[in-house]
């Protein structure tokens, strides 16, 4: 009997060992069931943020949506934006053999408003701030340097006196017309950090003279007389040299034409040309009636006034749409009656404000700066009287001389009155008012030897009486803007109008880069412009990419010039003086190394070498120097070889007095 009780109690006692290790296997299970369940929802948390975030973004800027790889080249291609500004090629050489003397900088200021009134314009996002740091830092420097309202580099006596250093907000407005925007600011900031990279240190481009001492000319900036490029410079400066920006923007120079003329800009052959070259854009777009057409409908929608027949107009205005996140418009019901006028009528003194004759003298030309200057020479004596009547006219205002806001305000009042008097010849008012909006592209060859390739669309037409803009429609403009702009390239009459307006500015880079031979300094030179200043420095340098014609925002062309490094011990062994031969030179344009697309550096004598990407340590390319003799050559003996003439005075003679051009 106590035998059979001693083995139950065994088996109980097993029983309960074997509940017991039951039981803490269960535990153990369930733990880890808990856990695996924890990390499986905290994942698909994570992933559903992730999505979340990037439908975010899609819904937020339709324009860089994957689905749809053309529109998003157009995107990034026309609006340039921060993030997509890389450094390329820059300063990128055998850094063992080659020592950098000097660089120049041509750009293109960065994003601004449109040139041009739109309906509900306005109302468009352009004075979005983009989230950076960059841009933060850098506001709280210009607002650090402006106790007084204005920065302090704008508040000493100069061309640029009270100039804003950021974008204003206009009252009642979020897009003011032709004014930088903060991501036109993020852009140029973005450029100077690739400079600042590129060439800071071997530039010391962050030096600053002491307090007291005369500056000693090693960096030299240019800006021309708007809002938009002397901001850009400072940002760019800022970027290129922090601390140094504000010595830097109290120094700067004015150009008086946005081609950088100088002393070569009064030309009567400009005119003949331009005549010739809209003539031939209009027939462009008149053999093409679909573009026609849709350029139509697009300026019903987009402008509040007038059709705007040109296509690079509407362009410009899809810009300002597309670069800011903000959606295609539409227009409403149009109204049924067309509004006529009367080509005798005149404006009557109770309907437009009376106007001095003073106030009409200086508005006029403050809208045709840009015009008059290829036409006016700055220097001579009519020059000097007209600069002096605007200055002494504005002294009296107490106002700064700003020609983007004087230009708006009496654009409209202008174009109403020279319709009026002009009404049997409105075609050249047409062009007229094309050349007081400085920053157009203007298609200029209407050659039909080729025509679009496979992105050309044509647009579909509306049914109803609403019509709406679409992205079809925008990548049908833009596909016949660049075969467009490949007629326009090899076009013969504008490579000589480019040669002719260029000519003075590429005058002053081989001024200066022999000065850096010489003088050794100066050592940045840089010229804050506009797209014009690069079209035309493209033509002149016999540039082919049509790409590289349709000129981005924040767009930048670099020469950089460099000596070997054992000639410094010849020189001071020898005593033997420099000569061009020694100097080698490269160009650099959007990071692509262009040196050997010169017209005038095609040659074997090119100097070749293999490099690092400076960014991606696995890719090798060639890169190009060469000789500063063959660009020195270029402007004195071969510039005006297409014209037959020596020289930029007899150039410009040969088509001054012609009345056609064929």
């Excluded at 833009?478 to 000589?496: G, T």
Aim: aromatic content about 12%.
């Amino acid at each position: 009997m106590s035998s059979i009780f001693a083995n139950r109690s065994k088996i109980v006692t097993e029983m309960m060992k074997f509940s017991f290790h039951h039981r803490a296997f269960y535990c153990y299970l369930g733990m880890s069931v808990w856990i695996f369940f924890l990390i499986t929802v905290m994942y698909k948390y994570m992933s559903m943020g992730e999505e979340t975030t990037a439908v975010k973004k899609i819904v937020h800027n339709e324009y860089i949506s994957k689905s749809d790889a053309k529109f998003r080249r157009i995107y990034l291609r026309a609006c340039n934006p921060p993030d997509s500004i890389v450094r390329g090629s820059e300063g990128v050489v055998d850094s063992d053999t080659w020592m950098l003397q000097g660089a120049l900088v041509i750009t293109r200021h960065g994003d601004r408003g449109p040139l041009t009134h739109l309906r509900n314009g306005d109302k468009l996002p352009c004075d979005a701030e983009p989230v950076s740091p960059l841009l933060k830092s850098y506001e709280e420097f210009v607002s650090n340097a402006s106790s007084t309202g204005r920065a302090w580099w704008v508040s000493v006596a100069g061309p640029f006196h009270n100039f804003p250093s950021l974008p204003t907000k206009a009252a009642g407005t979020r897009c003011a017309l032709g004014q930088l925007t903060p991501r036109g600011i993020l852009q140029m900031i973005t450029v100077g950090n690739i400079l600042r990279e590129a060439y800071g240190e071997k530039l010391s481009l962050d030096a600053v003279e002491p307090q007291g001492k005369k500056d000693t000319g090693s960096v030299v900036w240019y800006s021309t007389r708007y809002r938009r490029t002397f901001q850009s410079l400072v940002a760019l400066g800022w970027g290129a040299a922090r601390g140094a920006a504000g010595a830097r923007a109290a120094g700067a120079r004015e150009a008086h034409s946005i081609a950088f003329c100088f002393r070569d800009c009064a030309c009567h052959a400009h005119h003949a040309l331009n005549k010739k070259i809209n003539s031939q854009a209009k027939n462009r777009l008149e053999s093409h009636p679909a573009i026609k057409e849709l350029v139509s409908k697009l300026s019903k929608v987009l402008f509040e006034s007038q059709e705007h027949p040109d296509a690079d107009v509407v362009r410009d205005a899809l810009l300002a749409y597309m670069c800011h996140d903000a959606p295609l418009p539409c227009t409403e019901k149009p109204k049924q009656k067309k509004l006529t006028i009367n080509k005798k009528l005149k404006f009557r003194p109770d309907t437009v404000p009376s106007r001095k004759i003073l106030d009409v003298d200086i508005d006029t030309l403050n809208m045709e700066l840009d015009y008059i200057n290829n036409q006016m020479d700055f220097n001579n004596e009519i020059g000097r009287k007209a600069r002096d009547i605007i200055g002494k006219y504005y002294d009296s205002k107490k106002a700064p001389l700003d020609f983007d806001a004087q230009m708006e305000r009496e654009k409209l009042l202008y174009y109403q009155q020279r319709y009026l008097d002009n009404a049997d010849g409105y075609e050249d008012v047409v062009i007229v008012k094309k050349n007081l909006d400085a920053d157009f592209n203007f298609p200029n060859d209407a050659r039909m030897d080729a025509d679009f390739d496979e992105d050309y669309k044509e647009p579909t037409p509306e049914s109803g009486e609403d019509f709406c803009i679409k992205k079809e429609h925008v990548m049908s403009l833009f596909a016949y803007l660049e075969w467009s702009y490949r007629q326009e390239i090899k076009n013969v009459h504008n490579r000589k109008r480019g040669l002719l307006v260029a000519y003075g500015l590429i005058h002053n880079i081989v001024q200066n880069m022999i000065r850096m031979i010489s003088e050794n300094k100066p050592k940045f030179v840089v010229y804050s412009g506009h797209d014009k200043t690069l079209q035309a420095l493209i033509l002149a340098l016999g540039l082919n990419n049509y790409q590289h014609y349709n000129i981005q925002y924040a767009s930048r062309m670099i020469f950089e010039v460099y000596r070997k490094k054992d000639l410094r011990d010849e020189f001071k062994f020898t005593k033997r003086k420099a000569v061009a031969q020694d100097f080698y030179f490269r160009v650099v344009y959007n990071g692509e190394d262009v040196t050997n697309k010169l017209s005038f550096c095609k040659s074997r004598q090119n100097v070749v070498m293999k490099v690092v990407d400076p960014i991606d340590d696995m890719k090798i390319y060639n890169t190009y120097l060469c000789s500063i003799e063959n660009i020195v050559r270029f402007i004195h003996d071969d510039y005006f070889a297409s014209f037959n003439v020596t020289n930029f005075k007899d150039a410009c003679a040969s088509y001054g007095n012609a009345k056609h051009i064929y």
